[in-house]
């Protein structure tokens, strides 16, 4: 158990819709880090948070967007779903976010998009 | 820019079989080098890791050393077992780039009996 958790494990929505995915970090951790992983693209980083604050951005388009609140667990909002963000999305934490331990990272929310 | 490379998979070998997965970097700066394992239907778990070169990284009989003169940070493992059956990563850390991990595409490994 790494100690992140992620809801939900699994979600199965239409295309068009909107879904919110939510991630708890470790306790202490400040920093929150958003991946995709696909088939076709691997793991993906999207987009990272460091104490409320957005720190880096990756290959996130412009349909998703994401915060990190005050009590530090953050949420990833995917809109205007297509079939291609069917994929696996994983959240990790670290304590700061700029030193040079590991990630650890939540068991994904796999949602599959009909 | 930033980026890893691994050895395509999928590899398949025989149990009490040596594994060897190479990884490659490219780096702007000095990073820190891990190896994440993806167990079926399982999120990603740190295998090992090395913060400096010359750094020997090791776990459940997996090993790894951070090669700056090659960038390079092969795993590898004298005798693998069926359990070891997994897809793993190659992935690093730069402390200038607000620490994201940048992964490697992936090798998957299927150990038969």
């Known amino acids: 158990d790494s100690g992140v958790t992620q809801t939900p494990k699994h979600l199965i929505t239409a295309t068009g819709q909107r879904v919110t995915l939510r991630c708890s970090p470790r306790?202490?951790?400040?920093?929150v880090y958003w991946y995709q992983q696909s088939l076709d693209q691997g793991l993906q980083f999207l987009i990272q948070?460091?104490?409320?604050?957005?720190?880096a951005k990756g290959n996130i388009l412009e349909r998703f967007s994401a915060q990190q609140f005050p009590d530090l667990h953050s949420e990833l909002n995917l809109s205007s779903l297509e079939l291609g963000d069917s994929a696996l999305y994983f959240c990790?934490?670290?304590?700061?976010?700029?030193?040079?331990?590991?990630?650890?990272f939540g068991e994904g929310s796999r949602l599959t998009v009909l | 820019g930033d980026s890893v490379t691994q050895m395509e998979g999928p590899v398949t070998l025989s149990e009490e079989a040596f594994l060897t997965i190479n990884c490659t970097y490219t780096?702007?700066?000095?990073?820190?080098l891990f190896w994440y394992v993806q167990y079926p239907g399982e999120g990603l778990q740190l295998l090992l890791k090395?913060?400096?070169?010359?750094d020997k990284g090791s776990n459940k009989g997996f090993e790894a050393t951070y090669r700056k003169e090659t960038t390079s940070f092969h795993l590898e493992k004298g005798s693998v077992q069926v359990s070891d059956s997994a897809v793993y990563f190659c992935?690093?850390?730069?402390?200038?780039?607000?620490?994201?991990?940048?992964f490697g595409q992936g090798t998957e490994l299927s150990v038969k009996p």
């Open positions: 990790a934490s670290s304590e700061t976010g700029s030193d040079t331990g590991e990630l650890f």
């Open positions: 306790s202490g951790d400040l920093s």
């Open positions: 948070y460091y104490n409320g604050e957005e720190r």
């Open positions: 780096a702007t700066g000095y990073p820190s």
């Open positions: 090395a913060t400096k070169a010359d």
């Open positions: 992935a690093l850390r730069l402390y200038n780039q607000g620490g994201k991990l940048i």
